[in-house]
């Protein structure tokens, strides 16, 4: 089973969500958080690494490490924010305490220069009693800017798991205040997590994870500086066990960049094989249409062509073999009342079956310790598809609705794609070079 070489993650070990993302006009800075120690969770502390296009990246070595003399164990998840010297980096810390991620997390603050040369804390942060009531599994700092305001936003649990809204009162955004609650998901016993938000004009769009259900939504709503008003709710990714723990980052030309965590989808392990755990899901482009988030991905994915593959028709219907290639993106349009077989080998398959308003995604690699639970997603009559395939993992664009998984098949791709039945037209194939990611 081989790792993904055009998803970004570390040369070995286990990570998981992407941090303080941000772009400085040249460069995408990403951090994430990391086990420098082995492939399971642990020891975590953040890592570094830059791109100038969101394909080649270089790895850069850990930037945040716990202040184990003043009893910190673990750097969680966070943000950067731009200030006009340099940047902000906002994590939640978290002590030795046997309680700690339930009830003594702190949200610290670091000063940080222009290049993230230098990152040192301030002496400032958040703490729990900035709420009148008390608030445990606090957590995921999130800035964003609205009408030349900063806000804050953080998940926690107070009667039930909601975002909560913080408002900075200085420019160097070391102090914050308490607005109020922004949204409550409507599981009331699920954990939400990094919560971020992306601003379209008088819109926001936010984003959030639940632990429990194992899946990333999002809200649009219309915001006044202290409430939302929901105007639509759905999913970022229609995987589960997959996508994950979101940041944002603004790119070119304003675009919002989304960066999200491709977990392994394994029962009982965390790694395939104890070397490595995790990459980066390939960055999206965010976009609002009216009230629905549209995601696409990156237009840089393309510069990874190495050749297209021949598709053939037999029988009437549309069939590429592309035997032993390891990295590919597939583009088709498939009507309802479909099914398409993808990434066939000799013990294994994944059938997209197109129905009535639905699209079923049915995985079978014979492997026993993996998550092969049945995915669903909306579909239409006519269904724009763009899938790319890289060792393990999987990402798929359907109408600009995306839905990641892993399949851990054992053997090599014999026929990459092959039309079952239904009208299936525009069929297009090709393999694609690795990405370059360098750097320990």
Known sequence: MEKPKIHFAPAKNWMNDPNGTVFDGKTFHLFYQYNPEGSDWGNIQWAYATSENLVDWKR?????????????????SGCAAKVPNGYKIYYTSIGFEEDAVQRHAKQFI??????????SRNGCGIFADVHPFPVVEWRDPFVFEWNGTHYMVMAGISDRGHIFLYRATDQQLDRWVYEGILFTPESETDIPECPNVAVFGNKIVLLYSLAKENVVKYVVGEFDGKEMTVLNEDFVD???????????????????????WQKESLIGNSSVDGTYSGCLAIP????????????????NLLSLYKR???VTSVNGKFVCEGGGVEISRMTFIAEKNSQIEILKSEHGSVMLDFGE????????????????????????????????SDGTIVEMLVNNQAVSFRFYRQNQIKTLFKQISGTVTEVHAAELNGAKISGE
Do not use: W
């Open 284 to 299: 999206r482009i965010m976009r609002l249409n009216g009230n629905k988030a549209e995601f696409h991905f990156t237009n």
């Open 60 to 76: 850069k070595g850990i930037k945040l490490s716990p202040d184990i003399k003043n009893g910190e164990r673990y750097c969680f």
């Open 357 to 388: 308003g639905k699209l079923r995604i049915i995985r079978n690699s014979l492997t026993k310790q993996a998550d092969e639970r049945v995915l669903e997603m909306k579909s239409n009559g006519k269904n724009h598809v763009e899938i790319v």
């Open 238 to 260: 229609y995987g589960v066990n997959c996508f994950y723990a979101t940041n944002l980052a603004i790119g070119y030309g304003g675009d919002v960049v989304l960066f999200g």
């Open 308 to 310: 297209e593959l021949p």
């Open 110 to 119: 670091c000063d940080a220069d222009e290049k993230f040369s230098q990152i």
